[in-house]
């Protein structure tokens, strides 16, 4: 089932997202997300952007590496995930939101993750991602922190955005996938 993203400006996606019960049925709603994300050509969704203030996103990077990203992507759901260090020196890249649709904003961020997580079976993983897959996870995971990659920017360029965002929390915005507004 295809859900509505939230839009930004939506509370849920400021909130610190609550940890999921051990060995909860997460499944459907994992297919779900995956369905939505696809249905949004995204490559990450994260459960407040579908309005569940929950820790749980998804990741599918095998659609990046196709468009020429070097190395090998993954197709994963993190529940209760933990990033346990991050290394590596800054490096940018132009990101985008499905909950901030039509903007894009460079954002640094360190290259080697190590985190833990348990999968959509509730077995505990542990794993190391670099590249463009720490990329996805650590935006990802910023949402589950009530995090967006627009906190990165500086004042100025966020001043510039202000009008673009309210346009976007109103749905006064060319979006080909579903959304739910918080601003009527
Ligand atoms: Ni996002």
Redesign the pocket.
């Known amino acids: 089932m295809i859900l509505p993203v939230v839009a930004f400006g939506d509370p849920v996606l400021k909130r610190v997202a609550d940890d999921i019960a051990p060995n909860t049925d997460v499944k459907a709603l994992v297919a779900n997300m995956f369905e939505t994300m696809y249905a949004a050509n995204g490559v990450?969704l994260?459960a407040p952007?579908i309005g569940q203030s929950i820790r749980l996103f998804v990741i599918d990077s095998t659609l990046m590496q196709e468009e020429g990203e070097e190395g090998k992507g993954y197709k994963l759901a993190f529940i209760n995930p933990e990033i346990l260090e991050e290394t590596g020196e800054l490096w940018g890249y132009e990101e985008g939101?499905?909950?901030?649709p039509g903007i894009r904003a460079q954002v640094q961020r360190r290259p080697v993750i190590k985190i833990k997580y348990f999968n959509e079976n509730w077995e505990p993983q542990e794993m190391t991602f670099d590249g463009m897959n720490a990329r996805v996870i650590q935006?990802?995971y910023d949402?589950i922190e009530g995090k967006?990659?627009i906190d990165y920017i500086t004042q100025l360029r966020k001043q510039l955005l202000k009008g673009k965002l309210s346009d976007i929390s109103k749905g006064k915005v060319d979006v080909s996938y579903r959304m739910k507004f918080p601003v009527k």
Not at 97 to 100: A, D, G, P, R, T
């Open positions: 990450g994260a952007q939101c499905l909950s901030i935006h990802e949402h967006l990659f």
